[in-house]
């Protein structure tokens, strides 16, 4: 079964889209297989796979209105282990109708219950609201990726949504986890980035990831020809980057997973 994680931040900007793509697509490269999700309807992960309209079939869009299951919404990609669904969103009633659909918060969930066996990974890129698209992605994850770019705003988001997750534990997602505060677009030695840093390890420090990416042109400039980092500029510093946070989410998920096997073999000797 895959670990679904969803890269959520209520605030506008901070690199979810670029880290879900990057993300993804480094987990393909390590052969995991993965299926990252477009839940923003305006489609910034499509573009930046190179997903023009000409090369979208069904989407989320089609799913949400129980039009096609998820299996026929998902796209190959260039990498042969990550596959995509697009949000397909292509006018403003569209929209509308699917914000009212999600309002709904269990339709991801139920229609993932098949599709994620295939997979070892699913990365949702949520929107940077927490309503409709982004409660459904809550709803169905294991585990929520928050991108933080240095900034007192930021932090406030971080609160937010934290609180969110709080609330989505009691109505809807029992067993919803932090999978760590990953700060993005970092530049070092700045008066906000040394502000931004403390605070966070002062509050959250036990759930800030080791990974840092750097401020990076190269993950821009990939977006804008449609390939994830690592097919554009595997040298650079954001490619890096992002195959080192998938290394750590790698390494945190076999730790899981050998804690979970040595614990049903302890329960196995006492039962
Ligand atoms: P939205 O809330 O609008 O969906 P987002 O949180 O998904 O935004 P992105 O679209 O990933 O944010 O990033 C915002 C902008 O910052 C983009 O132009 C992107 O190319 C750029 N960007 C993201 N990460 C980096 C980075 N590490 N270095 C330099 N530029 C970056
Ligand atoms: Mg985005």
Redesign the pocket.
């Known amino acids: 079964m895959a670990r679904i994680i969803a890269?959520a931040?209520p605030?506008?900007?901070?690199?979810?889209?670029?880290?879900?793509?990057n993300l993804a697509a480094s987990l393909a490269v390590a052969e995991q297989r993965t299926l990252l999700i477009d839940m923003?309807s305006?489609g910034?992960?499509g573009l930046?796979l190179g997903f023009t309209e000409g090369k979208i079939r069904t989407g989320l869009f089609e799913v949400f209105n129980f039009i096609t299951g998820l299996p026929s919404a998902i796209h190959r990609t260039e990498l042969a282990f990550l596959d995509f669904v697009p949000s397909n969103v292509q006018s403003l009633q569209a929209e509308e109708r699917l914000m009212r659909l999600a309002e709904n918060r269990s339709i991801l969930k139920n229609a993932l219950r098949g599709a994620a066996q295939q997979y070892d990974y699913v990365i949702l890129?949520?929107?940077?609201v927490l309503r409709g698209l982004s409660t459904n992605a809550l709803t169905a994850a294991d585990s929520v990726l928050v991108?933080v770019?240095s900034g007192h705003f930021s932090l406030d988001a971080v609160d937010k949504l934290m609180k969110y997750v709080d609330w989505m534990r009691e109505v809807a997602n029992k067993s919803l986890e932090i999978e760590g505060i990953l700060l993005?677009?970092?530049e070092p030695n700045t008066r906000v980035t040394d502000i931004t840093m403390r605070e966070l390890q002062a509050k959250h420090h036990k759930h800030m990831l080791q990974t840092i990416?750097?401020?990076?042109?190269?993950?821009?400039?990939?977006?804008?020809y449609g390939k994830p980092a690592i097919l554009y500029d595997v040298n650079s510093r954001?490619s890096a980057?992002y195959l080192a946070l998938a290394r750590e989410i790698i390494a945190r998920q076999a730790l899981r997973k050998a804690q979970a096997l040595a614990s049903s073999r302890q329960f196995g000797q006492q039962g």
């Open positions: 890269v931040l605030k506008g900007g901070v690199g979810k889209t670029t880290t879900a793509v923003d305006f910034a992960s930046s890129d949520c929107p940077p991108p770019k993005t677009m970092h990416i750097p401020k990076n042109t190269v993950l821009g400039e990939a977006s804008f954001g980057a």
